[in-house]
């Protein structure tokens, strides 16, 4: 009897959590960070303001819980992705640039996670929940290139990050211009053959 006492209060918190995060993406991506108040996101999930704060510290421990589930996902998409265009090493880093872009193509998404994460948690902070999820995924598909002879040595630390840097400008683009920021970074990719 404790037993699935303790799993349906475990359960509870879960649900309790999820929609608080769940009713917070939705807010944040439409109305921004600045825009959301905690009254709004605790009647949209259908929670207490002493739900709320017994989860999360404050707004900001909200915000930064949907920060890193929106890059999980983001991550996620990035590797699934598939790519028949091009054979050898290249392949993936060209699947995971569209998977990246398509999966960047939410608007909230683009809000939450380019406009207001740098500026609400500091770029440091971004990095550090970037590094969780997709910077690895690109640090070993550069590495991998590189270790298979597909691309030129560069060093590669430096190479992500600039590559990241890309890949959000791009993200940021109208969606009439990703077409055309799609192509020029596989010409850059593949101008980095070796």
């Known amino acids: 009897m404790q037993g699935n ?16 995060v769940s009713a917070a993406r939705a807010l944040f991506a439409e109305k921004g960070f600045a825009g959301t108040s905690t009254p709004e996101i605790v009647t949209a999930a259908g929670v207490t ?4 704060y017994h989860h999360f510290a404050d707004k ?3 915000f930064e819980a ?15 992705a ?30 939450i996670m380019l406009i ?10 971004v990095d550090e929940i970037d590094a969780r999820h997709g910077m690895e995924t690109l640090v070993c598909g550069l590495r991998d290139a590189m270790d298979a002879g597909a691309l030129r040595k560069v060093p590669v630390e430096a190479l992500a990050q600039l590559f990241g840097a890309m890949f959000d400008r791009a993200a940021l683009a109208a969606p009439e211009d990703v077409a055309d920021y799609r192509k020029s970074i596989k010409a850059l990719i593949r101008g980095l053959k070796a």
């Open 116 to 125: 207001d994460a740098p500026a609400v948690l500091g770029r440091a902070k």
């Open 5 to 20: 006492l303790r799993r349906s209060q475990s359960e509870r918190r879960e649900q309790t959590q999820r929609a608080l």
């Open 66 to 80: 949907v920060v890193e589930e929106e890059h999980l996902l983001v991550s996620m998409s990035i590797n699934a």
């Open 82 to 111: 598939e790519s028949d265009e091009e054979p050898g090493p290249i392949k993936a880093l060209l699947a995971g640039c569209d998977a990246f872009l398509n999966a960047m193509q939410d608007s909230g998404r683009r809000q």
């Open 60 to 62: 900001l421990a909200l």
């Open 49 to 52: 303001r002493g739900a709320l």
